[in-house]
């Protein structure tokens, strides 16, 4: 039961690694028993796979709200009633932070920097209330670490904590410093499309959809104000913008109006649904066979490219769940390595790059259980690949950039277009 | 180096190292020991032995180190409160301090310290902060009232302090403004009756300013404050609606689901024609898509809300049913409840894809999935009949895989499809019965069993079938063993010359051999009836059952629009209201969607709309007296016990054993029900809202509703309007959300003497409602039913009845405050429910209430000056004449009539059902449209009542 008088919000947070070793806890009102995270562990012990773990766990005097993020647990105890998405997005805003500091977000990088995270939890969350989240204020309060600075620091003595109040806090645009100076501006804009498809036996798509984001690095001295037009904006309906980007302008004129932040972040997400846009660019050949009354089956799959467009299909990864029955897999690729995890039954194949002259092939033979029946399950195919410099939702491409008064800027016009793909092919 | 080096020990001791280090001349050799304790202190090492040591660090110029004390502080001045005294004085410096971020820093980490004695001496540096010139601190200080009211509630108050924080919502600050909502909605949560945020036109303005400019954190808590907020009319709906749907568009997903929130709430008060209602519908679906491509857990809560959303309105979601298939790496839990989803929006437009989808799903490999994926083919059936056909051979196709679970699963749809589409798929039986012996659950067991005995008729070896199953009996569960009692009762029925036998074994297994409460009295009434008549037995064993509804997981409506005020909240991850799982129902308000305005109703009654927590004065919860209580418990609610008892055979002793058990529960239940009453009665407020429009129509119905409403009381009635007295439109007397899903509404009417209760009675629950009975409580006049409550047909969900109910006056008798309070219980299959209403008190006046002309005079007289009381009729055009005869109606008679100075007396007689003689004066002046009574009674407490119902008589 949750006692409805306490203040709300966040009450403490754990962070608990794979093995169920709880290496740090923040408590923003008095302490919580680390005996509380027994319920986790219950509930991580029951979902098997840590990632099935659910997020929201009740206990008979808090609730447990839970992310999983690098390898590590995010366990936050609240005693009152909160939205549950308020908590899980503060949480990732942290894993985030701890990505932005410390380069990494893991158990090591926690624990070697343990003063440091105390003070970046406690500058984040008060009371409750999150109070700075930002990177680019959390930087100007709290210095990050590198090593120059840690060996300054212990022969000067001096701090890794900004004195002074951020100039961004409080403005109407939190997100900025105020006093960036570059001798280089630079601007770069990453498009990254992740195209979901499942295709069935027969090759063709039963579900695809785009999610697509742009990252930004912007290094821009002053205030610059820029503005970002599409040659296709039509497509782009279902957005969710950085609180940067002026709405109204968007809404009027489908123009990208904003005061960007001082270096990296994301400055808009989107998603098309519409499938008859993707055009798949490899195919599978595949034919997984398991003889009756025989522990024994074959396994043949090739994978080849189509309508690439003259680009690259690179970073091929294939992974496939195997039924339970299958003990080892003898195989031979013609390029690439593979690897079968007799305990999960993942048969995980690295390809590389494909060229078309030689299509990549993985064939062999599977051995079973001896005595075990046939098995039913007819394991789908998950096919990652990436292109780079072309985007599947296609005609939009970054129209104009024009950053105001800042004169004599490179901007790295669609620097990078990335496009990932997530195929899973039915059997 | 990195700070895993403060981790390691020494020989010496931890804290005795630490302890020297601390008070080291050195600064550098401080800090460094300060941190070391922190480190300690985040994996969970106790280092509150050091307190005076680090507190005596606190002095200092550098930042870090003073950072790094306050941690400590906040972590450890509870267990050392003498210790922490020390603190204040620094504490009460920085407050002072030119840079505003140590102000500020001083401010927050005072109101972490949660020690009784501090807080007094922090009042006067956190009254100053509040008034900063700088807004960090500001903001700061506002979220600092939040703590210290935790600490100690009425010093905030004393100190002012609610105000100050009411003032910073019209900061220029959005930052600020942000905080202060935030503050006071944590503390309002502790006091649901203050009226802190107090929320109007121009508040709102500010914080629709403030929720542009505002960080996304500070935009959650504006729009969850905007959601408790009631909007005067649907213009104003539909403003607020327009300034908060760009944050749809935001990145951070909480401020997108609580912008979904404030609007599917106002939504509920545009009226459905207008453009822009299809427009806002629109609008909805892409962020609720999008909210589907962020990580997991975000999903998760995302999809509970989504399932809330789709039973509100479905038509938001319908052509995205591709986005809830199940993707094969989502997490278990995500899988779950897509799948959910994806029965939510099955129609015959998209059956195929879904079946398509969950037959592969059948497939997979984890067990809960697939378990799940096979119900929801059943499902499918159940809820889309063009496919009902293709469902039960997908299913068939699973049955043949023999996979354990996936077969058991199939049986038990199939059981259900059974019963929605009987006489159609019966052929699949035999290919179920191969399977029996390999069905281990429960559930299955009994749905297998439920089949065989429904279907004896057709099943050759059914007796076979379950005597095999009779063997392990008291090692089967109790549903199965109830399900075998019942089927075999059902196949003596159909083949009783081969069962005999085995019709006896269950029996006495059941009645003898069980320690099952259920399973013996299921046992005994079976076999009594079979014993007793055995065609009545066939008739009550072998009836028609009713078809299943569609879709029997839907939540509650009532409950459903109480949820979807707590979208984005754990209410709404676990469908439950917050008083189901808040400990304690102070800090609980419950929330309804507004009235839908434009509709005539409401729009002619705009004062009860805004305000929403008024509750309407008569639909009011039965208040908490004890001997109310008392005397409602010795009501007999149950059906009569008839007949002797006799305790000599032991089937006979089991049947009244039965009814008194049923009797004892209900008395149980009803005490439980009035206490949970009593704890919320704030509710009421909430839930008042939801009525108002209807309840508040006596006093503001236009006339036409009104007078239809008459006419069909003169048709049902078949009398003429001279004879009835004025009939009030009914008024809802107990709203769904108070009983279970029961809504009664109602009014009192007098026709040629008698005088009867109309009642509307409502099924807004899921289930069938049926056994309604009613009782008064004792009331001023003694009324009382006349004749039990008859519902004839059990009552089907969504359907109402209309039953008028005699009343007559000779119950027993107790003075009541309101004298015309009347305090009814209804009971029904489900639970005992309770109300109170007000009834005019013309429905008592009799019909041979006129009094001689010479009688009247003298008791006028006879009955002393202070008897008399005056009142005033406002707002009256009609003549002496029409007034008369209108009053008669009613049975107030007119004696005499005078003119006296151009303005019109009338002397009037009426009569009480008690005997009861009110003697009237009514002055009417020509051009005044305000008429003056004057009432002279022996019993003057009558006379404001009996003002009352010439007002309402006279006005209607």
Known sequence: MLNGLHPKMIHSLFLINCSGDIFLEKHWKSVVSQSVCDYFFEAQEKAVDVENVPPVISTPHHYLISIYRDKIFFVSVIQTEVPPLFVIEFLHRVADTFQDYFGECSET?????????????????????????????????????TILRSVVNSITGSSNVGDTLPTGQLSNIPWRRAGVKYTNNEAYFDVIEEIDAIIDKSGSTVFAEIQGVIDSCIKLSGMPDLSLSFMNPRLLDDVSFHPCIRFKRWESERVLSFIPPDGNFRLISYRVSSQNLVAIPVYVKHMISFKENSSSGRFDVTIGPKQNMGKTVEGV?????????????????????????????????????????????????????????????????????????LAISGEWMLGKIDAGGTNGITIGNGALLLLIFQLEVLN | MTDSKYFTTTKKGEIFELKAELNSDKKEKKKEAV???????????????????????????????????????????????????????????DCEDPNPLIRALAVRTMGCIRVDKITEYLCEPLRKCLKDEDPYVRKTAAVCVAKLHDINAQLVEDQGFLDTLKDLISDSNPMVVANAVAALSEIAESHPSSNLLDLNPQSINKLLTALNECTEWGQIFILDCLANYMPKDDREAQSICERVTPRLSHANSAVVLSAVKVLMKFMEMLSKDLDYYGTLLKKLAPPLVTLLSAEPELQYVALRNINLIVQKRPEILKHEMKVFFVKYNDPIYVKLEKLDIMIRLASQANIAQVLAELKEYATEVDVDFVRKAVRAIGRCAIKVEQSAERCVSTLLDLIQTKVNYVVQEAIVVIKDIFRKYPNKYESVIATLCENLDSLDEPEARAAMIWIVGEYAERIDNADELLESFLEGFHDESTQVQLQLLTAIVKLFLKKPTETQELVQQVLSLATQDSDNPDLRDRGYIYWRLLSTDPVAAKEVVLAEKPLISEETDLIEPTLLDELICYIGTLASVYHKPPSAFVEGSRGVVHKSLPPRTGSSESAESPDTAPSGVQAPEQPAVIPTQGDLLGDLLNLDLGPPVSGPPMATSSVQMGAVDLLGGGLDSLMGDESEGLRSDVGGSPAMGGGGGFAAPSAAAPATLGAPLSSGLGDLFDLTGGV????????????????????????????????????SMDLVLTNKALQVMSDFAIQFNRNSFGLAPAAPLQVHAPLAPNQSVEISLPLNTVGSVMKMDPLNNLQVAVKNNIDVFYFSTLYPLHILFVEDGKMERQMFLATWKDIPNENEAQFQIKDCSLNADAVSSKLQGSNIFTIAKRNVEGQDML??????????????????????????????????????????????????
């Open chain 2, 35 to 93: 941190k070391k304790v922190i480190a300690s202190m985040t994996v969970g090492k106790d280092v509150s032995a050091l307190f005076p040591d680090v507190v005596n660090c606190m002095q200092t110029d550098n930042l870090e180190l003073k950072k790094l004390v306050y941690l400590y502080l906040m972590n450890y001045a509870k267990s050392q409160p003498d210790m922490a005294i020390m603190a204040v004085n620094t504490f009460v410096k």
């Open chain 1, 109 to 145: 990088a926690v624990k070697d920097n343990v003063v440091i995270v105390y003070e970046l939890l406690e500058e984040m969350l008060d009371n409750g209330f999150p109070l700075a989240t930002e990177s680019n204020i959390l930087k100007e309060l709290i210095k990050p670490p």
């Open chain 2, 907 to 956: 002397y009037q007689s009426l009569k009480l059902t008690n005997g009861i003689w009110v003697l009237a004066e009514l002055r009417i002046q020509p051009s005044n449209p305000s008429f003056t009574l004057s009432l002279k009674c022996r019993a003057p407490e009558v006379a404001p009542y009996v003002f009352q119902a010439y007002e309402t008589v006279l006005k209607n």
């Open chain 1, 317 to 389: 990864v294939m992974t496939v769940h195997m039924p339970k029955a299958v003990l080892n897999m003898n195989l031979s690729s013609t390029q690439g390595n593979y690897t079968f995890d007799p305990v999960t039954k993942v048969l995980t194949w690295d390809v590389g790059k494909i060229t078309p002259q030689k299509l990549p092939n993985l064939k062999g033979a599977v051995n079973l259980q001896s005595g075990a029946p046939k098995p039913e399950e007819n394991p789908s195919l998950n096919i990652q690949f990436k292109i780079q410099q």
């Open chain 2, 720 to 755: 003429g309007t001279l004879s009835g007295s004025y009939v009030a439109p009914k008024t809802v007397w107990l709203p769904a959300m108070k009983a279970k899903g029961l809504e009664i509404s109602g009014t009192f009417s007098r026709q040629v003497g008698s005088i």
